[in-house]
């Protein structure tokens, strides 16, 4: 039997799509998350207003929430960075963690410096540390045109390994010489912690606002540098791309490398602005690389809607962790983000084709 | 030939933003005939074969299979009421072999393919209808005329009774179009009918019984063909007549004061065969220098060599005296090289990229298209919209993805580019494959301007009529050589058939 409805591509994508499809995907992942809800025997309306409740609806709520966007926002930009010249990077979690031991390492290394100064070196050598780590999947595949989505990924796993090294396997530098037992990492000194601002009712982490003003200029590469009309080209032909004269390879690396560095920046709010320690299992229990691919993926692979998006899905994992007791499973908001995912898959694929009923009988006589 | 009406379109129109692409056509093709469909650029000859096959749904209009209203939401559906189209660009999966690709996609053949009954029903189809190719091979190892085969085959497996076949010539070598045409005659005689485009109109009236002229998206005749001659054709097609005579000079060619020499170059094809051995050729200042040779002789690596887009293994070339670092594209565009390639809208141009960022394609780098690393968005814009007008590009405006510009616009953007950024040579290959007669006259009064200025040309070209009324001078390529070298009195089609089939007559040096 052949199904009743149809895709076609799409010749071209309106634009107004832009901003309807991420509001429907949401919209359609809270209606499937109602459904969830129902048969768990749950009120979803009640559990929703109580996800608003606790997400955004208050000043420590916010400020929660804001805490929980920071480092989304940081990983779905570096996922939207890559989209755009066509390469795809789900090594943003690796990336994010060498970005926080750098950080961490320079945080607690200047102790006695100026807070500006220590704010500075710990976004530069996250920055410089995740850059690197992505640019090592760059050059694989500008070199030996390795699959970026498999090195990637494999050194995310490292970088984990890493990560257990640095606190439970070794004596390292970051592990606090004073934890018995179970080893931690040594806590920044309160003058590398990074600044929190009040404005109006609202408490703004300074990572926050990093994320926005660097969402806004990797923006503005893509749309109006030439950069990013490079980047463009290859992403859409590399052969015209080589014929014009742009070099392919380098800017491969390059847009690697500057994604790369988004997610060590990220790492580096992590341990500047929240933990004040480099925390080996919050950080790989936290999978923010892989979260913000839903994120860059919700926002379109727009960079600068990437931070806004990662407020929405900031707000729902504050919430979860607000929430979470017998009445409310810790799995609930993991399964809504689940169904964002979903959703979000199933509107990228609606901008790309639309949904059309078949006539079914062959030959129908045309009614006109 | 039967009267019976095979298929009839009334009154289709198919509107896209910004452009109405047919606009009320009729047609109308009978059982057992060749019909040709003819029409400029952007006359929507390719929307109405999509129309008939199912890939778009036309806003107005109806159409008549055999005397019944039909209506196909899918290429798959006109397919199984026997509607098959061959596409100009090829849908073929080039690891699998010529069987595979045929029955790629049939839905109604069981999990397991039963591959010794496919083969033996497309020898049996390829041997009724001349269609030489074997079913065993795989498509990436078949020539592009092969290829083409496996296309058609791929619709007669499937039963169709009507063929749209979309420029399928302008692919072909004439030796592997005179082939095709003995295969569309063997097919009509047995009651299919073809439907034929191209922009040759020697092979309409060749292979054609009836042709419908299409202008503007409406449909300005149909007349047979038998009675009508290809002066009258072109004056529909276009409203006016149109004079392929040699074209006028105004400034004769100096071919003593070189532009471009290339010294002993070689270099080798993707595959890292050697594909260029020992190429030593001049072209001086306003000299049309034609190169021709049959596809794959080394044509297309010399144009990407001059471009910089392929390294060389020896020898160099200099323009204007001044030798240009091989394999890069950047010292060949400053060198003032411009380069029209073979494939324009894959590596000519970025097909979803706008008009307006295509014209600037290799002038992003310069003032005032971007200044200090930012583009300048102002300057794109209005350069794009002198080059629309000065090159007569049909686009709905600046910003459309030139992928859905008709295929003679598409070429328009490109050479708009290229010859608008004031190059000492030109390396143009095919310049004119695919373009209407109207179209062409442009592109061959724009080279010879060029030449007038002093250009340097280098003219690749299959189409030997085309080498024999622009250039100065013809070179003729085979299997990476050059292994003639004729002036235009001496150059005749056998002499140059000859040559490009690998026969030796005379001097070598270019
Ligand atoms: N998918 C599309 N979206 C928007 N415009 C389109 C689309 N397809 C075709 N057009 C426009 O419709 C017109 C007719 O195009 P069509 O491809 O049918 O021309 P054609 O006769 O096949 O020309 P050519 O000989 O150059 O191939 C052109 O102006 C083209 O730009
Ligand atoms: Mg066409």
């Known amino acids: 039997m052949k199904s009743p409805l149809r895709l076609e591509r799409r010749l071209t994508q309106p634009r107004a799509l832009g901003w309807q499809v991420p509001l429907v995907s949401i919209g359609g992942a809270l209606l499937l998350g109602a459904v969830v809800l129902l048969l768990t025997g749950k009120n979803p309306i009640d559990v929703y207003w109580r996800i608003i409740q606790s997400g955004f609806a208050s000043k420590t709520a916010l400020r929660g929430t804001l805490v929980a966007a920071t480092p989304l926002a940081f990983t779905g930009m570096c996922a939207a960075a890559t989209f755009r010249i066509g390469i795809i990077n789900i090594g943003g979690e690796g990336q994010f963690f060498v970005g926080a031991i750098g950080a961490a390492f320079v945080g607690i290394a ?21 850059s690197a780590y992505a640019a090592l999947v760059g050059v694989l595949k500008a070199k030996f045109n390795t699959n970026e989505i498999i090195t990637s990924l494999m050194l995310n796993y490292i970088a984990g390994i890493l990560l257990d090294y640095l606190i439970f396997g070794s004596k390292s530098y970051l592990r606090d010489p004073r934890s018995m037992g179970f080893p931690t990492g040594k806590p920044l000194p309160k003058g590398s912690w990074w600044p929190t601002y009040n404005i109006g009712s609202a408490v703004i982490p300074f990572g926050f606002l990093l994320a926005i003003v660097i969402g806004a200029s990797i923006l503005f590469m893509y749309k109006r540098t030439r950069f990013g009309f490079e980047a463009s080209v290859i992403a859409d032909s590399p052969a015209a791309a080589r014929y014009s004269g742009m070099r392919t390879r380098a800017k491969i690396i390059s847009v690697m490398a500057i994604s ?31 979260t913000g691919i839903v994120v860059a993926a919700l926002a379109r692979f727009n960079p600068f809607s990437a931070v806004f998006v990662a407020i929405i899905i900031g707000g729902l994992t504050n919430a979860g962790y607000a929430l979470q007791g017998p009445d409310f499973q810790s799995g609930l908001v993991g399964t809504l983000q689940g169904l964002i995912l979903f959703t979000a898959v199933a509107g990228e694929v609606l901008m790309r084709y639309r949904i059309r009923v078949r006539n079914n009988e062959k030959n129908v006589a045309v009614a006109s | 030939m039967s009267g019976n009406i095979a298929v009839k379109m009334s009154g289709i129109v198919k509107k896209f933003p ?71 660009h090829f849908r073929l999966v080039p690891s699998f072999t010529v069987a595979e690709n045929i029955v790629l996609g049939e839905d109604d053949g069981g999990v397991f393919l039963n591959t010794a009954d496919v083969v033996a029903r497309v020898e049996e189809l390829s041997l009724r209808y001349g269609l030489a190719v074997d079913p065993r091979a795989r498509v990436w190892q078949l020539s592009v005329g092969e290829q083409q085969r496996v296309e058609i085959l791929k619709v007669l497996y499937r039963g169709a009774k009507v063929l749209i076949l979309d420029e399928p010539t302008a692919v072909l070598t004439p030796q592997e179009a005179d082939v095709l045409f003995t295969t569309l005659r063997a097919m009509v005689a047995e009651g299919r009918t073809i439907i034929f485009i191209s922009h040759k109109l020697d092979e309409v009236m060749a292979v054609s019984d009836r042709v419908t002229v299409l202008r503007g998206g409406k449909t300005v005749g149909t007349i047979d063909t038998a009675g009508s001659s290809t002066r009258e054709l072109a004056r529909l097609m276009v409203g006016r007549d149109v004079v392929f005579d040699r074209v006028q000079r105004k400034n004769p060619a100096k071919p003593e004061q070189h532009v471009l020499v290339t010294v002993g170059l070689c270099a080798n094809d993707d595959r890292d065969n050697k594909a260029l ?35 060389t293994s020896a020898g160099s070339f200099h323009v204007g005296g001044v030798e240009v670092t091989a394999g890069r594209v950047r010292r060949s565009i400053a060198a003032g090289i411009a380069h029209v390639p073979e494939d324009r809208l894959h590596t000519g141009l970025a097909a979803s990229h706008s008009v307006e960022d295509n014209l600037v394609l290799k002038s992003y780098r310069n003032n005032p298209i971007s200044i200090r690393s930012i583009l300048n968005r102002k300057a794109i814009r209005s350069n794009a919209e002198t080059m629309v007008q000065r090159y007569d590009v049909k686009t709905p405006d600046t910003e459309t ?41 442009t ?23 085309e080498l024999m009324s622009l250039s100065d001078r013809i070179l003729v390529m085979y299997e990476g050589r050059i292994v003639g070298n004729l002036s235009t009195q001496e150059a005749t089609r056998e002499s140059l058939g000859l040559l490009m089939g690998g026969a030796t007559v005379g001097g070598h040096t270019a």
């Open chain 2, 277 to 311: 051995n020992d190429v030593s050729l001049s072209v001086g200042a306003g000299e049309i220098v034609g190169v021709a040779g049959v596809s794959g002789n080394g044509q297309r690596e010399l144009a990407e060599v001059l471009g910089g887009m392929r390294a």
């Open chain 2, 443 to 465: 592109v061959r009064e724009r080279l010879v301007a060029a030449a007038d200025d002093g250009v340097g040309i280098l003219l690749i070209s299959e189409d030997l009529e």
């Open chain 2, 401 to 441: 993805p030139v992928r859905l510009l008709s295929g003679g616009n598409v070429q328009k953007v490109l050479l708009a580019r290229e010859f608008s950024a004031g190059p000492k040579v030109l390396v143009a290959a095919s310049p004119t494959r695919g373009l209407d007669v109207g179209a062409i006259e």
């Open chain 2, 18 to 88: 910004g452009v109405v692409a047919n606009d009320g056509v009729e047609f109308e093709a009978k059982v057992g005939e060749v019909h040709a469909l003819l029409g400029e650029n952007g006359a929507g000859k390719s929307t109405l074969s999509n129309v008939l096959t199912g890939l778009y749904r036309p806003d107005e209009g109806s159409i008549e299979l055999h005397g019944e209203h039909v209506t196909f939401s899918s290429p798959r559906d006109a397919l199984n009421a026997g509607i098959g189209m061959v596409h100009q």
């Open chain 1, 110 to 130: 200047m102790d006695g410096a100026p807070t500006s100064v220590i704010l500075l070196s710990m976004i530069l050598m996250g920055a410089l540390m995740g």
């Open chain 1, 260 to 290: 790369g560095a988004l997610a060590g920046i990220g790492g580096a709010t992590d341990v500047g602005n929240f933990r004040h320690v480099m925390d080996a299992k919050g950080l790989q229990l936290a999978g923010y690389g892989y």
